[in-house]
Nanobody
Framework: QVQLVESGGGLVQAGGSLRLSCAASGRTFSRYAMGWFRQAPGKEREFVSAISLSGGSTYYANSAKGRFTISRDNAKNTVYLQMNSLKAEDTAVYYC???????????????????WGQGTQVTVSS
């Protein structure tokens, strides 16, 4: 299992931006498809975005399309989530996930990632 540590969360006004980072341990980061999820109070964890091993393919939930951008730096063992035009409804704990068995099926089986981080809080004030 890979260890994941998220950072970059915080309090931002609506319309603002945040960049989340997720640092992974180990030397096999480039072998893992990576993803971002979020969970708001009283709601289920939901898929936000994912990226393939090389970064050549990216996937977004409808709520994230056009506003969020996922990227990865395999040399730094880090995946990022750039979030722009933030809305109050983006408020949630954001989780990084690693090692999905079939990233092409992410929309069918989004929660199949094998490793999860502890999460970072994002709060958007309106």
């Amino acid at each position: 299992q890979v260890q994941l540590v998220e950072s970059g969360g915080g309090l931002v006004q609506a319309g603002g931006s945040l960049r989340l980072s997720c640092a992974a341990s180990g030397r096999t980061f480039s072998r893992y498809a990576m993803g971002w999820f979020r969970q708001a109070p009283g709601k289920e964890r939901e898929f936000v975005s994912a990226i393939s091993l090389s970064g050549g393919s990216t996937y977004y939930a409808n709520s994230a399309k056009g506003r969020f951008t996922i990227s990865r730096d395999n040399a730094k063992n880090t995946v990022y989530l750039q979030m722009n035009s933030l809305k109050a409804e983006d408020t949630a704990v954001y989780y990084c996930a690693a090692d999905h068995p079939d990233i092409a099926a992410i929309f069918s089986n989004p929660l199949d990632f094998r490793s999860w981080g502890q999460g970072t809080q994002v709060t958007v004030s309106s």
